[in-house]
């Protein structure tokens, strides 16, 4: 994409959400400091998930180079 | 459609991953609905990239020279000609038609029980079930960008839900007799669904 930024004029959930009691250990966070966010910046997202951000990171693997390559030149 | 949204890169998941959910949310919005003018001045502001730099290239550009032509009551027309009509669209986009031949078959019980596993459900007031094309982008655009599931847990998804059926729904698609921007649509569904199969079949 152009910028690191895009706008979508659309909900980006159009058919599901985030089940009120999650199941299971691989359950999606209810919000998370992920790519996709509803204008969500770290500061808004709870303490858990800002720490699963900051622990996560960026690191670019010679796969993740080749396919984003790839996909966007 | 409502609300706006704002998609960033490289906030939390690796660049890669984030293209990649991307493109399946960016799929699962354009076959949710037919695609309002703000969405298709979106489209136009893709960067593309060079020619011939990436196999990806040339499809972004068809999309876009698609986008500049279309016009939002043809595309409301289009979509409906192609997956509504009257009594059945052109194309059935549900996994259940595509691999049992009926609709809500099992393919979609499993589904629903990987995604109750998942911590997802169907938002209120949804009528469409859970195997339609555009809920399965959007589910494993979530899948990649929130989920914390390894690839290889993803491939496990893809390959149940997505790789068994959605390559063939995008050719009918590109050759529909209806299929005008929507054509546009299928190859971008087909290249991208040959990167995704090879690149989750790397981390096998």
Redesign the interface.
């Known amino acids: 994409?152009?910028n690191?930024?895009?706008?979508?004029?659309?909900?980006?959930?159009?058919?599901?959400?985030?089940?009120a009691v999650?199941?299971?250990a691989?359950?999606?966070?209810a919000v998370?400091?992920?790519?996709?966010?509803?204008?969500a910046t770290?500061a808004q997202l709870p303490p858990d998930a800002q720490e699963?951000?900051a622990s996560?990171g960026?690191?670019?693997?010679q796969?993740?180079?080749d396919?984003?390559?790839?996909?966007?030149? | 459609?409502?609300?706006?949204?704002?998609?960033?890169?490289?906030?939390?998941?690796?660049?890669?991953?984030?293209?990649?959910?991307?493109?399946y949310?960016?799929l699962?919005?354009l076959l949710?609905?037919p695609p309002?003018a703000?969405?298709l001045e979106?489209l136009l502001?893709?960067?593309a990239?060079?020619p011939d730099?990436?196999?990806?290239?040339p499809i972004w550009q068809s999309l876009q020279a698609a986008a500049r032509e279309a016009d939002t009551e043809r595309l409301a027309e289009e979509y409906f000609n192609l997956f509504i009509g009257l009594g059945r669209g052109e194309l059935v986009p549900y996994a259940s038609f595509y691999i049992h031949g009926f609709l809500m078959e099992k393919v979609l019980a499993a589904l629903r029980n990987e995604?109750?596993?998942?911590?997802?459900?169907?938002?209120e007031g949804?009528s469409?079930p859970?195997d339609?094309v555009?809920?399965l982008c959007?589910?494993m655009?979530?899948?990649i960008?929130?989920?914390?599931?390894s690839l290889e847990?993803q491939s496990e998804f893809f390959k149940a839900y997505i790789a068994n059926w959605m390559g063939e729904f995008f050719a009918d698609l590109r050759a529909a007799e209806s299929a005008d921007f929507y054509r546009a649509v299928a190859q971008l569904g087909q290249q991208f669904l040959e990167?995704e199969s090879q690149?989750l079949s790397?981390q096998a």
């Open positions: 994409m152009k690191d930024k895009t706008r979508f004029t659309a909900d980006r959930r159009l058919f599901l959400k985030s089940a999650a199941g299971g691989a359950a999606l966070t998370s400091a992920t790519t996709l966010v509803d204008e770290p699963k951000s996560q960026y690191h670019e693997t796969h993740i180079r396919y984003y390559r790839a996909l966007r030149s | 459609m409502t609300g706006q949204v704002t998609l960033s890169i490289g906030s939390g998941v690796e660049a890669g991953d984030a293209a990649r959910a991307e493109i949310v960016l699962g919005t949710a609905g309002d703000a969405m979106m502001d893709i960067d990239g060079e730099a990436a196999p990806m290239t995604l109750q596993r998942l911590g997802l459900e169907l938002q949804i469409e859970e339609h555009a809920a959007e589910t655009g979530m899948i960008s929130e989920s914390g599931l847990e990167i690149y790397m």
